[in-house]
């Protein structure tokens, strides 16, 4: 199968996004343990003796579905604060899920998840030709929806009983997209934004 989303490395001014590779592990469970991340019971985060079957799992939904699961890289530092993917990627109408997103506890309420969207976005509306691009985030998880709203998409609805959780709870999925007219004046929204408030713009978890 020919995939629409080829694998890139996108870079910005102070975070890049690298494609997850295997020997990403050891980084991405660092990065996972600030904040211990995984034990907010709404969250895709590997705790850290499954990091490698996570990793594994992420790249065969890359091989099969054409997901491309990234890395986040902060430049200055080299360290990986984070991840994020393209994901629920529709070849044939070309429209794609950003998710699995989540960053170190260090780095949220900095301007790192605006510029994460911003180059996820930029790619997907102005190289990809995408239609739209959704966000996806659990009911209860109300930073993320507030934050999902901030960064200018608009929510299309609630899919309930969505998912089954690990835990055996059923997750309400509260959906969100961003479509090709509007995402001009989303992106002069996220470029022009003051820095105060850009600052707070933040999407710790999806």
């Not at 694998?7 to 343990?33: D, M, Q, R």
């Not at 995984?38 to 990091?51: A, F, G, R, S």
Request: aromatic residues 10%; hydrophobic residues 35%; charged residues 25%.
């Amino acid at each position: 199968m020919t995939h629409w989303i080829k694998e890139i490395t996108l870079t910005g001014t102070n975070i890049e996004l690298v494609p997850l590779k295997a020997e990403h592990a050891s980084a991405f469970s660092n990065a996972a343990a600030d904040g211990e991340l995984w034990k907010l019971w709404y969250t895709h985060v590997p705790t850290p003796e499954n990091t490698r079957d996570f990793i594994q799992d992420a790249l065969i939904a890359k091989q099969n579905n054409g997901d491309l699961p990234f890395v986040i890289r902060d430049i200055k530092s080299q360290k990986i604060i984070g991840a994020t993917r393209y994901c629920h990627v529709d070849n044939h109408h070309k429209r794609v899920e950003i998710g699995y997103t989540w960053y170190s506890k260090s780095f949220q309420r900095t301007g790192a998840n605006t510029e994460c969207k911003l180059l996820l976005l930029t790619h997907a509306f102005e190289q990809l030709n995408a239609i739209a691009v959704e966000f996806r985030t659990h009911w209860f998880n109300q930073q993320s929806r507030v934050a999902i709203l901030r960064l200018g998409a608009k929510q299309d609805g609630v899919l309930r009983n969505h998912q089954q959780l690990k835990d055996g709870s059923l997750r309400d999925t509260v959906v969100f997209s961003i479509i090709k007219s509007e995402w001009p004046c989303v992106k002069k929204h996220l470029t022009e934004k003051p820095k105060d408030m850009t600052q707070n713009l933040y999407l710790p978890l999806d």
